[in-house]
């Protein structure tokens, strides 16, 4: 079984989020699921996004890497949309890291590093009319081409945080081939 550590979105660690990495851990999974907000969760991505600019984009950053540190080696990096960022991070940089799980958003390799790291498999995941996870397809694209290591699923629809089932974006058909999939990559690490 899999150690994974789970950045949520710009909306805060929601009820959705919980019961993603609960479903995770139903399957045996060791998940965490570090509170970058403090306890806060907004009812809308510009909400979340207002309140990460004030508190400062690096900041929260900076505790999503400080929450890894606490755990060492061997994880899963995963996140989703504005977690995707510290994920891929550290999935790209922290030596031991298993996989890594990029739902709703991807980062130009560069950003991190000259190439992806060998051995360490990725999936990304995404819907194909998501005016966010649109700007993001090139460089998963990239990613996906870049490495045998790396898969990329894009999904119908326009919703960006589609497998968050307590939002009004969720979609239950989506989401639940997205776990499929995670399950599937989680059993294969």
């Known amino acids: 079984m899999a150690e994974v ?8 660690l929601t009820d959705g989020v919980r019961a993603f990495a609960d479903d995770l851990r139903q399957a045996g999974h060791t998940v965490h699921t570090p509170d ?4 806060r969760t907004f009812g809308s991505i510009e ?12 900041a929260i950053r900076e505790r999503g890497v400080a929450a890894a540190d606490e755990l060492g080696p061997g994880l899963v990096y995963a996140g989703f949309s504005f977690g995707v960022t510290i994920a891929q991070r550290l999935a790209q940089t922290r030596p031991g890291a298993r996989g890594a799980l990029l739902m709703y958003s991807c980062i130009p390799v560069a950003e991190f590093g000259e190439a992806w790291p060998e051995g360490v498999p990725v999936q990304i995941h995404g819907k194909e009319g998501d005016e ?7 460089a998963a694209r990239e990613l996906a081409s870049s490495t045998a290591a790396a898969e990329l699923f894009v999904y119908p629809g326009d919703q960006h945080l589609f497998a968050d089932s307590s939002l009004d974006a969720y979609d ?3 989401s639940a081939l997205l776990m499929e999939r995670v399950r599937a990559f989680l059993a294969s690490v």
């Open 47 to 58: 909400e979340g996004f207002g309140f990460a600019r004030d508190t400062g984009l690096e």
């Open 36 to 39: 970058l907000f403090d306890g």
């Open 5 to 12: 550590l789970l950045y949520h979105h710009i909306q805060g």
């Open 132 to 138: 966010f996870f649109d700007e993001d397809l090139p």
């Open 172 to 174: 239950p058909e989506a």
